[in-house]
């Protein structure tokens, strides 16, 4: 079984920083396709970005681009999300995602197999 516990999430001002953490158990992590999704009041859960086993392919939604970085350490069995220039918009519940059934990136919450608790993020402008 894996579990995916998130951390970092908080109150931020506009313009500002967080980085959220996602500590996962399990062996086989290093083999994962990794992610992170959020859900804000009202809303559907929608994609923010994803990282493949290796680290060497991420893909992003195109609200966080150039603003979000995603990254992991196998090693620590982590993967982290970078969030700079928040925005107000950015407001909501993060979740860590992970993929085991193969190594394909994901952007559909449907291809996911495990999830986190989830952290809160809010922004303040």
């Known amino acids: 079984q894996v579990q995916l516990v998130e951390s970092g999430g908080g109150l931020a001002q506009a313009g500002g920083s967080l980085r959220l953490s996602c500590a996962a158990s399990?062996?086989?992590?290093?083999?994962?396709?990794m992610g992170w999704f959020r859900q804000a009041p009202g809303k559907e859960r929608e994609f923010v970005a994803t990282?493949?086993?290796?680290?060497?392919?991420?893909a992003y939604a195109d609200s966080v681009k150039g603003r979000f970085t995603i990254s992991r350490d196998n090693a620590k069995n982590m993967v982290y999300l970078q969030m700079n220039s928040l925005k107000p918009e950015d407001t909501a519940v993060y979740y860590c995602?992970?993929?085991?059934?193969?190594?394909?990136?994901?952007?559909?919450?449907?291809?996911?197999?495990?999830w986190g608790q989830g952290t809160q993020v809010t922004v303040s402008s």
């Open positions: 990282i493949r086993w290796s680290g060497g392919s991420t």
């Open positions: 995602a992970a993929r085991s059934r193969d190594f394909r990136l994901f952007i559909s919450e449907y291809e996911v197999d495990y």
């Open positions: 399990g062996r086989t992590f290093s083999s994962f396709t």
